[in-house]
């Protein structure tokens, strides 16, 4: 049956996981949730992903979401390439900067990008932009600051 991928292409957390499918040549088949008109809200969709959101990937009836855990699961079925490291230092350094990712950046680019796509000008937040953009500066230094060594 092989690997299928419910995404948007917009989604950054769905872009995650087709650069895992590119770098590790996994076959996959792509089905694009119309979040522009909420399908992503409804059924058939929820009773795949509960909480609404995109990715969600099945393989052979196997389903899940949380976009972490589906990178996780492709690494443990289909090691080669390895996109972490092998050891477990530079592994627990992959997981402090996908959570920190998670935590403090992604909200945030949603709030720059999303209204620029989306939005005439004058439906923008431009306050809210505006922290959004020093909060993502003030991250993305920490994060560089903290990057891997480039032996990992
Ligand atoms: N923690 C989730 C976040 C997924 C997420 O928030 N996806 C966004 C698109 S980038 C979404 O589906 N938003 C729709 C909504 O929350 O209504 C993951 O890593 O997969």
């Not at 809200?41 to 979401?65: A, I």
């Not at 492709?74 to 996109?83: F, G, K, Q, V």
């Not at 796509?117 to 920490?142: D, G």
Request: aromatic share 8%; charged share 25%; proline share 8%.
């Amino acid at each position: 049956m092989g690997i299928k991928l419910h995404y948007h292409p917009l989604s950054t957390y769905s872009r995650r996981v087709l650069i895992a499918f590119a770098e590790k040549q996994i076959p996959h088949e792509l089905i694009v949730v119309d979040m522009a008109a909420r399908r992503h809200r409804e059924q058939p969709y929820l009773s795949l992903n509960p909480y609404g959101r995109v990715p969600t990937l099945e393989e052979d009836g196997f389903v899940l979401f949380e976009s972490t855990a589906i990178l996780n699961y492709l690494e443990a079925t289909r090691s080669t390439p390895p996109l972490v490291p092998a050891d477990a230092r530079g592994r627990a350094l992959v997981d402090m900067h996908m959570k920190l990712c998670d935590l403090l950046l992604t909200r945030h680019a949603g709030t720059i990008v999303f209204p620029k796509r989306l939005l005439p000008k004058e439906k923008w937040n431009r306050a809210q932009r505006r922290r959004s953009r020093s909060t993502w500066r003030y991250s993305t230094s920490i994060l560089s600051a903290t990057a891997l060594p480039p032996d990992n």
